[in-house]
């Protein structure tokens, strides 16, 4: 804090010594006075009216009455109804000039477009009064070169030789503006290289401010590009870089000559800054101090008002005429800005705001005072002191940033002493963690060995069940079944699920058949292994009873007897409630005709393979075993007796298909995991697409393969079901 007070004391000293050095050389000679205004009258009378072009040739006349003595170049004649004109005539008479080899004249601002003349021979032009509006080209200060020697050249020593009588020196102005001719102020006589030192030594100091001001916003800049979580940094930035542009195209016009001459370019920059001044303000105080609404409001309507103004400029009006008064509701809207934004900011700000609100106050009631003062209020200020405003701005918000830093490097520092306790204990901490991450991967690891043990022992139990490969003549039964889940105990794999395949030659009514089964019971792994089992040991049991002769099933009829085994499946299943439920399809086919007899339980439809074609038969006629709807509660229960009445059955007879198969013909049994495939779509999306054409076109494709058709549907897709299939095939 202290480096940066001691810089900016530095700059207010150096702002400071500039006002004290002389404004210009002692041998410049002032034209305060001694001047003469002509103003051509355009009236109308009845006669017809008289133009401005004749009206003003009365003035090219040096001796013609219209020219009157005026106290100062500011002294005009008040426009009436009957005086439109726009142009104006003044001169004055130049006094002798110490010798020097450039005499130059040092002509102020001049509203709006002007042609010079010595002794009535034109000198110096600047934009084109001819043109009116059209040939504004800004409003600087004017060096006007002075050819005072003889026709015949300069006299030896270069002193200008003698004349009779006085040398005039004649302006003619146009201005549609309130304030038309020359400006009152340094009007000077002088020598060009003495005119040029004093206007160096004058400006500099301010044009070193808009330097430093320029400097401080690209260095807040390259903070916030950075630091990019600092706002604050780019609101100061954009604040310095609209005061900086402002302070080097508004108060160094007399600089502008040598810096780069090119006077509009320099009026639409101090515009621009103008414009930017009061939204890049908004947005500063935005990021220092709290937000509300009326800020917020006030903001957005400075920036609307600011580019009303510019659309104006650039498509209708030039710059000179609308400038003030956008300088002035600037200026309005600035000050009732200022009545809210002070009280606020000191109430709810934090600390460090309230210096750079005590800062805008002042600019505040300095832009007041410079506004009433322009309106002809306040005939006791002391003059423009807005420039003194934006300084005293631009060093209260500098001084808000810095400490709004030092709380931030200071915020560091005790979290960086955080950091450092917390660094000293964390190898503790990790040692600490790391022991209880090892007691837990020892638990998991205990816990799922004891889980694939329980795998392995349930694998165990059902993998005898599973037994579908019969070969009896012309009939072949194969099948494939590949689980979801696997797992490793103890160097030994396996796979787990609710998949089931089964196939036995059984004799019903004292004929060869093969019964055959394909199931997938609810649930993965466990649930699903679980039902598998339970389902396996029903089924083998009825087969058992069945091989037996018992006298509920001897002499059945195929489809009584797959009726039968339906009943029981579903009076094994009924008591889990629709807890576990199982869909299957279950069938016989006689050895040598190849007819086949099936029930389909909520199973996916079986897939006949006939001349190249496969297409879906055996589809569900019931829902799956276990469903509470499957069979009407008043049902009784099944009991063997030695009755040949068989009980009341529950599963409907339209259950039965029958189909008979020919030579070479394939029937292809399949659980819903062919279906249920997972596919990747765009971002790494994966769903689950169930389409169940694509076994009909793999199983055409591969001719009823087995092994090549599972290969087929891992190719087309992740598998996220067990899967199993089941062929029946016929041999010619």
């Known amino acids: ?259 780069w001459p090119d006077a509009i370019l320099w009026y639409r920059l101090e515009h621009i800054s103008q414009y930017c001044l009061v939204p890049a303000l908004s947005f500063f105080y935005r990021q220092v101090a709290p937000d509300s609404q009326p800020l917020r409001i006030t903001a957005i309507v400075a920036a609307l008002i600011a580019l009303c103004f510019m659309l104006i400029n650039l498509v209708w009006l030039p710059a000179y005429v609308t400038f003030g008064a956008h300088l002035y509701v600037m200026l309005a809207l600035a000050v009732l800005w200022g009545l809210y934004l002070f009280p606020h900011t000191l109430r709810h700000g934090p600390p460090e705001t309230r210096v750079a609100a005590i800062g805008t106050l002042i600019f505040f009631l300095v832009g007041f005072g410079d506004l009433l003062w322009a309106l002809g209020f306040a005939p006791w200020w002391p003059g423009q002191l807005a420039p003194y405003g934006f300084f005293v701005l631009l060093v209260a918000t500098g001084a808000t940033v810095f400490q709004r830093y030092l709380r931030i490097r200071a915020d560091l520092r005790v979290a960086h002493g955080k950091l450092q306790a917390y660094a000293q204990g964390l190898e503790e901490q990790v040692a600490d963690r790391t022991a209880e991450l090892r007691r837990t991967l020892a638990e998991v690891s205990q816990l799922k060995e004891q889980q694939d043990g329980d795998y392995l022992l349930i694998s165990r139990m059902l993998s005898p069940m599973i037994r579908a490969r019969v070969a009896r003549g012309s009939l072949q039964v194969d099948y494939l079944v590949s689980q979801h889940k696997t797992f490793e105990f103890r160097g030994m794999g396996g796979e787990l699920g609710g998949d089931l395949c089964i196939a036995e030659p059984i004799r019903v009514g004292d004929e060869p058949y093969v019964v055959w089964l394909n199931a997938d019971a609810m649930g993965k792994s466990v649930q699903g292994a679980g039902g598998a089992l339970v389902l396996a040991v029903a089924f083998r049991a009825f087969l058992h009873l069945s091989a037996d002769g018992q006298a509920p099933l001897r002499g059945r009829a195929p489809a009584e007897w797959l009726l039968r085994l339906t009943e029981e499946l579903q009076r094994v299943f009924r008591p889990f409630e629709g807890r576990m439920l199982v869909t299957l399809i279950v069938g016989l086919v006689h050895e040598t005709s190849g007819q086949v007899y099936a029930i389909n339980a909520g199973h996916p ?12 038969v055996f589809e569900a006629r019931m829902e799956a075993i276990g469903a509470p709807d499957a069979a009407p509660a008043s049902a009784p229960e099944y009991a063997a007796t030695a009755s040949d009445q068989p009980p009341p059955a529950f599963v409907p007879e339209s259950a039965v298909a029958e189909l008979r198969l020919r030579p070479d013909d394939r029937l292809i049994a399949g659980s819903d995991g062919r279906d249920d495939l997972r596919q990747r779509h765009g971002a790494g999306l994966r769903m689950v697409d169930n389409d169940p054409a694509r076994f009909l076109r793999i199983v055409e494709a591969e001719r009823g393969d087995l092994d090549r058709i599972a290969e087929k549907l891992r190719a087309a897709g992740e598998l996220v079901d067990d899967l199993s299939l089941l062929r029946l095939s016929l041999r010619a």
């Open 1 to 259: 804090m202290r480096r940066f007070s001691l810089i900016l004391a530095c700059i207010c000293a150096f702002a400071l010594s500039g006002a004290a050095r002389p404004a210009f050389a002692q041998t410049s000679v002032a034209l305060h006075s001694g001047w003469q205004i002509c103003y051509p009258i355009v009236a109308t009378s009845d006669a017809g009216a008289t133009s401005e072009a004749s009206a003003a040739q009365d003035c090219a006349n040096p001796r013609s009455a219209l020219w009157q003595e005026a106290a100062s170049a500011r002294d005009r004649p008040e426009r009436d109804s009957t005086q439109s004109a726009t142009r104006l005539w003044q001169r004055v008479a130049l006094p002798a000039l110490p010798a020097c080899p450039e005499p130059v004249l040092y002509l102020s601002v001049v509203n709006v477009s002007f042609r010079a003349f010595l002794d009535g021979r034109p000198i110096y032009a600047f934009g084109d009064i001819e043109r009116g509006r059209a040939g504004f080209a800004g409003r600087p200060f004017h060096i006007i070169p002075l050819p005072l020697h003889t026709a015949g050249g300069p006299t030896p020593g270069g002193a200008p030789a003698a004349q009779a009588g006085p040398r005039w020196f004649t302006v003619e102005v146009w201005s549609d503006f309130r304030d038309i001719g020359v400006a009152e102020g340094d009007n000077l006589l002088g020598c060009r290289a003495e005119m040029l030192q004093s206007i160096v030594r004058r400006d500099m100091s301010r044009f070193m401010i808009g330097v430093i001001a320029l400097a401080l916003g690209c260095g807040s800049l390259f903070l916030f590009a950075r630091r990019r979580s600092e706002s604050v940094y780019l609101a100061f930035a954009l604040l310095c870089l609209a005061v900086g542009a402002y302070f080097i195209a508004n108060r160094t016009l007399r600089l502008q000559h040598i810096l």
């Open 605 to 616: 439809a079986a897939v006949l393979l006939r001349d190249g074609r496969a297409s879906p």
